[in-house]
């Protein structure tokens, strides 16, 4: 259902969570346990192949550790192999391996068959082994992966992140009944619930399930849905026969719910749940989706609407990676990202700039964060990787298509047309913007540029956004605010979004007067935290402006760089690679966009002041008063008057040695205190 208004997208949404519960609610088992090794080596597919003195590693694993902690890594070939039984419970089944994704080209082989080939290191992929294995039986299962450039897959380079190679996210071997909803639907739930429309008193879903009845035909089996409301209530149940053949089926069924409840971003994200049960001979193959129902809209004059209500939509960019584990995460990584992720306060989060696991979605729908999610058809091109750019972006839609927090798919970042609009990568985008919209009629797509507001590849998908550094790599701070509203009086249909906005910051770096910009080896972070007050006021001031992104949530790495006084780190991250360190401007920010209290002493690692009879102290904070106390004895108190959540003491003096700050505000019965030691 897809509706064009002029100066107004409108799109209708009804998504789920929990992709991968349709793995764990099978008969299923993990891989974890694996022997590695490095290098091009021959028959290492074979079942009696000698690799007892490998490596043993457990997944997620990743071979590229050596981009972080050294410059350059190794790009090239490197193999798994595991040794597992086959439950007897998955005997008379059909059988199935799915890897949540593996960098970056694969090839599987079980029992010494080849299975399958899968090019794309961000993205999930099923095979049915069925035919290749024995219940009760040892299998031998052997990986050969690469993460070496390929300029027929996107990313075709790792200019802007690294290109991690192994298998970094889970692997789960499961069990089906012979008549099934199909896992290997391009490794999707096989499930796609979309709102077809809707009124006060009711919403009309649809439900689209494709099932697999290999070498069975004529036969009827029954489908059953139940749906269920936030609380696990069942609201609804529809049955009905189904007739099938040996090709896959796609059946459709419509259901009404009464009385809806809208997801509405952090203000309520609430989900719904089908369940969905195929019965064969007997035999039940039973599924559960979460979806949440939604509407959306982007006016150029006015920013974005959710469920035709004003919604600002700020917040970060996030790659996936941390120090200690580079991308091969485990859960409590995820969670604990997106904990923080929700405890700045965002309401949009841009997932750059691939496909991310799957628990960030289902994470981004119970918070209730709207996500931007995109393929990694990044900077540069070579014209030769658009069916691998079409086979990605088909993936990470039908991967994710239920999740409500999702509103656009990306389409591309800052990749340029310097010569003309008849580049492949300009068809390209058409293309894919074709293909979105052919499998997904619910939703926008967008790109993020960093040419004009006219280019080549300019404004070719339904929503454009820039990546807009002023004051970093060119121009001054305040060119934000120009550049906005020049832009926004010339080209008053275009709706505008900043899709990366940010600078710099290391926190062992605090003098201001040695910044070294944008490639030196000096990023001080008060520096940081100025860019982002002068910036998020241009902003926020703007409401015309329908998405804006900081960059980045967290600092990642980049092999071959050396900025900022760190080897292969790019340092616009709010919080530390390591993820020990909420940097001050991540705080002024929480001050800002949070409804939780906020009570701050910003530039705190500054904490040797050599001018001691005249300092300021800055304080971000969403409290009405704070009171100043300076070794016990309280010297002023201050009232919020700035509309960005600053409050500054001026003209405090300091003793000589350690002088301890503290600042405390009184709210609605609660006491809240801050307090840093500075040296004078």
């Not at 039908?398 to 509103?407: D, E, K, R, T, V």
């Not at 340029?416 to 939703?443: F, G, N, W």
């Not at 006084?565 to 390591?578: A, E, I, W």
């Not at 301890?660 to 609605?668: E, F, G, P």
Request: glycine share 6%.
């Amino acid at each position: 259902m897809f509706k064009n208004i002029p100066l107004l997208f409108v799109f209708l949404c009804a998504i789920a969570q929990g992709q991968i519960s349709f793995v764990k609610e099978r008969n299923h088992l993990q891989l974890t346990e694996w022997q590695f090794r490095k290098g091009t080596i021959h028959n290492a597919f074979i079942k009696d192949f000698d690799s007892d003195s490998w490596e043993k590693v457990k997944v997620p694993h990743t071979y590229s550790m050596d981009a972080i902690n050294e410059v350059g890594y190794y790009r090239g070939q490197a193999w798994y192999r595991s040794r597992i039984d086959i439950p007897e419970s998955m005997k008379g089944q059909r059988i199935f391996i799915r890897f949540e994704a593996v960098g970056h080209d694969t090839k599987v082989f079980v029992n010494e068959k080849e299975i399958g080939t899968h090019i794309g290191g961000y993205s999930a992929f099923c095979y049915e082994i069925t035919e290749a294995v024995i219940a009760g039986k040892e299998t031998v299962i052997a990986i050969n992966v690469t993460n070496e450039p390929n300029f027929k897959r996107i990313p075709v380079n790792d200019k802007l992140f690294n290109m991690y190679g192994g298998i970094y996210r889970p692997v789960q071997i499961f069990s089906t009944p012979k008549v099934n909803i199909n896992p290997a639907y391009y490794a999707s739930s096989g499930v796609f619930v979309e709102l077809k429309d809707k009124n006060e008193s009711n919403a009309r879903i649809e439900v689209r399930t494709h099932i697999s009845s290999k070498n069975i035909a004529n036969k009827v089996s029954k489908i059953e849905y139940n749906i269920f409301n936030h609380d696990k209530k069942l609201i609804t149940t529809v049955a009905k026969d189904v007739y099938l053949s040996t090709r896959d089926t796609l059946i459709t069924e419509y259901i009404d719910i009464e009385n809806p409840v809208y997801w509405n971003g952090r203000k309520n994200p609430y989900l719904y749940t089908v369940e969905i049960a195929l019965i064969n001979d007997g035999e039940k193959d039973q599924i559960h989706q979460s979806f949440g129902l939604k509407t959306f809209k982007i006016d150029p004059q006015k920013g974005g609407y959710l469920n035709d209500k004003p919604y600002r939509m700020y917040g970060v960019c996030m790659h996936q990676e941390w120090k200690q584990y580079g991308p091969a995460l485990k859960e409590e990584n995820h969670e604990k990202d997106m904990e923080m992720v929700h405890e700045i306060g965002v309401t949009s989060l841009r997932l750059s700039h691939y496909q991310h696991s799957d628990i960030t979605y289902q994470l981004a729908d119970e918070k209730g964060i709207l996500v931007w999610a995109e393929i990694p058809f990044v900077h540069d091109y070579s014209g030769r990787e658009g069916d691998n750019a079409k086979q990605q972006l088909t993936e990470l839609i039908l991967q994710n298509y239920n999740h409500p927090s999702i509103y656009v798919w990306g389409l591309w970042n800052e990749v340029r047309a310097y010569e003309s609009s008849e580049e492949p990568c300009v068809s390209l985008t058409y293309e894919l913007k074709k293909i979105a919209h052919d499998l997904d009629t619910s939703r926008l797509t967008a790109s993020a540029s960093d040419r004009g507001m006219k280019s080549n590849m300019g404004n070719i998908t339904d929503l454009q956004a820039w990546n807009k550094y002023y004051g970093w790599y060119y121009g001054e701070y305040h060119d934000m605010a120009i550049w906005l509203d020049e832009s926004h009086k010339k080209y008053p249909d275009i709706a505008l979004g900043i899709s990366e906005y940010g600078i710099g910051g290391n926190i062992f770096q605090q003098d201001v007067a040695q910044l070294e910009k944008p490639s030196g080896n000096y990023f001080p972070e008060p520096e940081q935290t100025k860019y982002h007050e002068i910036t998020w006021k241009i902003i926020k001031d703007r409401p015309f402006v329908w998405s804006s992104f900081v960059w980045n949530m967290f600092d990642f790495s980049v092999g071959g760089w050396n900025r900022g006084g760190v080897p292969n780190l790019n340092h616009k991250g709010l919080v530390t690679y390591d993820r020990v360190v909420k940097k001050d401007a991540f705080y002024f920010y929480k001050a800002n966009w949070s409804k939780n209290p906020v009570l701050y002493i910003a530039e705190r690692r500054n904490n040797i002041r050599t001018d001691g009879k005249d300092i300021s102290v800055k304080i971000y904070t969403n409290l009405p008063e704070v009171t100043l106390f300076v070794n016990e004895k309280e010297i002023a108190k201050e009232k919020l008057v700035s509309d960005s959540c600053i409050v500054i003491f001026k003209n405090i003096k300091l003793i000589k040695g350690e002088n301890t700050i503290r600042i405390t505000s009184n709210h609605q019965n609660k006491t809240y205190v801050d307090k840093v030691v500075l040296k004078h």
